[in-house]
Structure formats: C-alpha cells, structure tokens
T-cell receptor, first 115, second 111 residues
C-alpha cells in the first residue's frame, strides 16, 4: 500500500538553528499539504501545493518558514531560525484532488523539539 | 472563520460498548467532513469522508453522520475493542477552503 514518506522522524535542535523536513507524497498525488500539530491540538495547515504551485500559505510564518516543491513531487519545509514555540509535530499529507474533495493521506510526521 | 469543536475531550468505556463521538462546526458551507484516527506519536489515518450532499457513511463498525443545517457530525463505533483506543479527530471544510480540525476526542477502551 502506497504511503506518504517523511524524514526525519525526530529532530532536536537549538533555537536560532536551521531545520529542514522532507516529504515524499503518494505517487500521482498532485496536492501536497504541510500541517503543524501542537500537542493536544488538531493539525493546522501551513501550506498547500497543487503540483509545484502554492495554493494557500496564508498561515505560514514567512519570516522564518519556507516551503518548496520544485518538480511537483517531493517537498521540503524549512525553518530558519527555529524558535522555542516551533516545537510541534510537522505532518505532511497528499491527495489526488485538491480543495478537500478527496481523502488526505498523512505521513508519520516529524516531531521537532527546539531547546 | 470555521471553528470545529469536539466533545468530549476524553472518553473511557469498557470493551464491547457502543459509543458516539461528537463534532460541531460553525460554518455550514462545507464541502465535506472527514473523520481521522491518530495513534500516539503517529500521523493521521482517514476513517470516513462525508460529502456535503451525503447524510452518512459507513465502514465496518464505524458510521459517521452529517447534519449540515445544525452544524453537527457524529461518529458511531459499534462493539468497541481495545484496539480502537486512539484520538479521533474531525475536520470540516474543503472546496475552496482548507480543512479545519477539531482538537480530538481521546478514546480509551478498557479490556
């Protein structure tokens, strides 16, 4: 069964350092999502891609966060510099059709701890 | 702005019991409503997706209903098992709007 891959699974960093997360969606899924989930909360959308184009990045803190999906396949989310409040689970998801019309399939997540 | 609320925040039941999880949303103009399961430290697994034109969806022991007019959805789990222990999240939205998630209900099924 095809799955969304994410790496690393865990990341510990010090504040002010740079971190990067990678996501490989299910093959053929044109839509890719990055979510942030704080412990005890539901996921919140950071950025949505349709192929290589950004559809929604309204909740992405653009002063420190960046995301790219250069060839419309895998994607990288970067934080520079990391802050203590960035400690959270970062989830990647993909779907066949955007706009919530289809089921989103989630990866295992990357748990980030900023010290 | 869409807001999604899930009650209760936690639920503990004995094995074999039927149970209902509740989800409410403030904006009824949704494209679909989805229910997910999340095990500790893991990603989300999709359980059921209800399109706005539908009233319910079923998968095995799970049945989800949707009442757009009242802004409510329920997830019914029949004959609960210890393996059902997890956090259950609902998410509303779709169309040109993003999915908005509730905080989830943490379910514990005791043997």
């Amino acid at each position: 069964e095809a799955e969304v891959a994410q790496s690393p699974r865990y990341k510990i960093t010090e504040k002010s350092q740079a971190v990067a997360f990678w996501c490989d969606p299910i093959s053929g899924h044109a839509t890719l999502y990055w979510y942030r989930q704080i412990l005890g909360q539901g996921p919140e959308l950071l950025v949505q891609f349709q192929d290589e184009s950004v559809v929604d990045d309204s909740q992405l803190p653009k002063d420190r966060f960046s995301a790219e999906r250069l060839k419309g396949v895998d994607s990288t989310l970067k934080i520079q510099p990391a802050e203590l409040g960035d400690s959270a689970m970062y989830l990647c998801a993909s779907s066949l059709v955007g706009e919530g019309g289809e089921t989103q399939y989630f990866g295992p997540g990357t748990r980030l701890l900023v010290l | 702005k869409q807001e999604v609320t899930q009650i209760p925040a936690a639920l503990s039941v004995p094995e074999g019991e039927n149970l209902v999880l509740n989800c409410s949303f403030t904006d009824s103009a949704i494209y679909n409503l989805q229910w997910f399961r999340q095990d500790p430290g893991k990603g989300l697994t999709s359980l059921l997706l209800i399109q706005s034109s539908q009233r319910e969806q079923t998968s095995g022991r799970l049945n989800a209903s949707l009442d757009k007019s009242s802004g409510r959805s329920t997830l019914y789990i029949a004959a609960s098992q210890p393996g059902d222990s997890a956090t259950y999240l609902c998410a509303a939205g779709g169309g040109s709007e993003k999915l908005v998630f509730g905080k989830g209900t943490k379910l514990t099924v005791n043997p």
